[in-house]
């Protein structure tokens, strides 16, 4: 089992910067990637940004450059700092492991609600 804990959400203005962070627990060896994605009300959950153990790193299209994944799945950390946001960046941001080494399992964390203001 991993445990992932979100922080770093509320609220900003449009045009301004947030900086989120997700802390992974318990089986952390098996965790080959981990990731950011988002979900606002009425809409599917999208990737944002995904790095591997290896230090790849994929954006999903909603970042549009704004946005960027950093930390060291090594030291069980990830973060994403979102710059020049919109009120289009509301929703429910969820840090995502994928467990490719030992059981092929994905862990969510429970999310962390980023609203931007107009």
């Known amino acids: 089992q991993v445990h992932l804990v979100e922080s770093g959400g509320g609220l900003v203005q449009a045009g301004g910067f947030l900086r989120l962070s997700c802390a992974a627990s318990?089986?952390?060896?098996?965790?080959?990637?981990m990731g950011w994605y988002r979900q606002a009300p009425g809409k599917e959950r999208e990737l944002l940004a995904r790095?591997?153990?290896?230090?790849?790193?994929t954006y999903g299209d909603p970042v549009e450059g704004r946005f960027t994944i950093s930390g060291d799945i090594a030291k069980n950390t990830v973060y994403l700092e979102m710059n020049r946001v919109k009120p289009g960046d509301t929703a429910v941001y969820y840090c995502?492991?994928?467990?490719?080494?030992?059981?092929?399992?994905?862990?969510w964390g429970e999310g962390t609600l980023v609203t931007v203001s107009s």
């Open positions: 790095i591997t153990r290896h230090g790849a790193i």
């Open positions: 995502y492991a994928k467990d490719d080494l030992c059981y092929g399992d994905d862990y």
């Open positions: 318990g089986n952390t060896i098996c965790i080959f990637a």
